[in-house]
Each structure stands twice: as C-alpha cells, then as structure tokens.
C-alpha cells in the first residue's frame, strides 16, 4: 500500500488538494462579495423608492452626478447623496429623484481605470523602448564610422 504513495505522487496529490483549496477560497469570496453587492443595491433602491414623490416609477435616465450648480443652489434631489436620475411616475408625471451610485458600478469605473492606465503605460514603454533602440542604432552606427576612419 505504501509503494504506491511515492514521492512524486504525494507531492502531485498535495499540490491539487492545495489547488483545489485555492480555487475554492476564491469562489467563496466572490459568491459572498456578490451577495454583499446584491444586497446594498436593493437597499439603495427601498431608501429611494420611499423617497419618490410617488409608488410605481420607471427609470428614465440611469443615476448621474449633480452639476456643481445645483449643488450651489441646494437642490433637494442633489442634496441627499449629489447624484439624481429621471423617473417617470405610473400616472405619466416625469420628475428627477435623489439616487446613488451602486458598488457595482463603482468597481467597474475602477477597473476600467485601471485598464486604461496600464494601456497607457504599455504604450510609454513601448515608446520609450523603440526610441532607446533607435538611439543606439545611431550610436553603433558612429562608432563603427570613427572604427572604419581609423580614429
């Protein structure tokens, strides 16, 4: 029974149950930070529901940030949270209603961010890497002439 359990197959068998662990974490994490995410959004979505002028809206325009203006002039809708959207009441009544950005879309700004700053600084890279060849092109070009003039 022991002859069976080598060295090599001991060592494959740990490394997939120490595989198997990790990939569990990291759907246990994500399953519970999707549930976290799921709940502040439907309790973003009760507090503005009681605070609409009336009970059954459809959203017209998505949430968006106040201008500095009306947040100047003390708005009530931007008061609240400084982002608003457009709701259409049931009985065709079209206002504005206080609102807030959900962690969803938060994360998703921020990962976005993130991919255009490392495009950005791949591109640098990529510049300043063509750009160091080149120079050292010319470099070696002006050495090999002084070597071939015999300076």
């Known amino acids: 029974m022991f002859e069976f359990f080598t060295k090599k197959r001991m060592l494959v068998l740990f490394g997939l ?8 974490i990291i759907l246990q994490s994500h399953f519970a930070y999707t549930r976290q995410l ?8 009760a507090k503005a529901k009681k605070a609409a002028s009336c009970d059954n809206y459809s959203v017209i325009e998505r949430c ?3 201008p ?3 947040l100047r002039e003390l708005v009530k809708v931007c008061m609240e949270t400084g982002f608003k ?3 259409q009441c049931s009985d065709g009544k079209v ?3 206080w609102c807030d950005i959900s962690p969803a879309s938060e994360e998703s ?11 950005i600084g791949l591109a640098s890279y990529a510049l300043v890497y063509l750009r160091q060849q080149k120079l050292d092109k010319i470099l070696m ?5 002084q070597i071939a003039a015999g300076v």
């Open 95 to 97: 206002e504005w209603n």
């Open 68 to 70: 500095k203006k009306e």
């Open 85 to 87: 959207q457009k709701i």
């Open 38 to 45: 799921l709940q502040q959004e439907s309790a973003i979505r």
């Open 109 to 119: 700004d921020f990962w976005r961010f993130q991919l255009i700053m490392l495009v």
């Open 141 to 145: 070009d002006k050495i090999h002439k």
């Open 64 to 66: 968006q940030r106040c």
């Open 17 to 24: 149950v120490l595989f198997l662990c990790f990939v569990y």
